[in-house]
């Protein structure tokens, strides 16, 4: 969903994107996107703040960039420099520029999310980008940005017993706390520090927080979501 809640952007294993127009009442298609060599896993809208932009990540490698210019979202930029599928993709509100962290998760890396607009360094007034990922290792990881170099923040956060599926980082509107939440192919949903929040005893596809950072939705196998 965009910011304002009015465009549903979907990803399809039909190698496209489809755009919906929601209100109150109805939904309307309005747009299908083309330009992926392969599924598309992942879609997600910018902040409004940098135009209106949109971007999609596929099996094919590839990240697209797309822009709307006259009503129309068109391919604004193409990111190829993957080797393998590009599962997850979020954005960063604070920069435009791209850097690589090799073998984040050796075997795969299945999610990411960045931290909420930047965290204030213990001490000190400065911001401090970090991102967190979830991984085919069945890892959770938090790097960070220093001297232009990515690098792991701590140790990795490892009560998983199975794959990660998502992750998510939760807005903190300004306050002093960071929470971290995954979803796992053995059933669970877990918020770090180390507490499960529930066993659903089926795989956790999806972890998404509210824009105040105190509910958090799940998604599970078996057609639920739960808040």
């Not at 952007?9 to 755009?19: F, W």
């Not at 949109?54 to 990240?63: F, P």
């Not at 965290?119 to 940005?145: E, M, P, R, T, Y």
Request: proline share 2%.
């Amino acid at each position: 969903m965009d910011y304002y809640g009015k465009r549903l952007s979907t990803a399809s294993s039909e190698n496209t994107i489809k755009i919906t127009g929601m209100n109150e009442a109805t939904s309307e298609s309005l747009a299908m996107l083309s330009g992926h060599r392969g599924r598309v896993w992942q879609v997600a809208w910018a902040h409004p703040k940098f135009a209106s932009l949109l971007a999609s990540c596929s099996y094919d490698g590839r990240v697209i960039i797309w822009r709307e210019d006259n009503n129309q979202l068109k391919q604004a930029r193409v990111f190829d420099d993957h080797k393998s599928s590009v599962n997850s993709i979020a954005w960063d509100h604070m920069v435009w520029e791209t850097s690589k962290i090799d073998q984040a998760h050796p075997v795969g890396v299945t999610s990411v999310s960045w931290a909420p607009g930047g965290l204030v360094a213990s001490g000190l007034l400065d911001l401090v980008q970090k991102i967190c990922s979830g991984g085919f290792d069945n890892n959770v990881k938090v790097w960070k940005l220093n001297n232009g170099v990515w690098e792991m923040d701590s140790h990795a956060l490892q009560m998983h017993t199975d794959w990660v599926r998502d992750v998510a980082w939760a807005p903190n509107l300004g306050l002093p706390k960071s929470t971290i939440a995954s979803a796992l192919q053995d059933g669970r949903a877990i918020i770090w520090e180390g507490k499960v929040l529930c066993d659903f005893k089926m795989l956790v596809w999806k972890v998404s927080w509210s824009l105040t950072g105190n509910i958090l939705a799940v998604a599970d196998g078996n057609n639920n979501v739960t808040l």
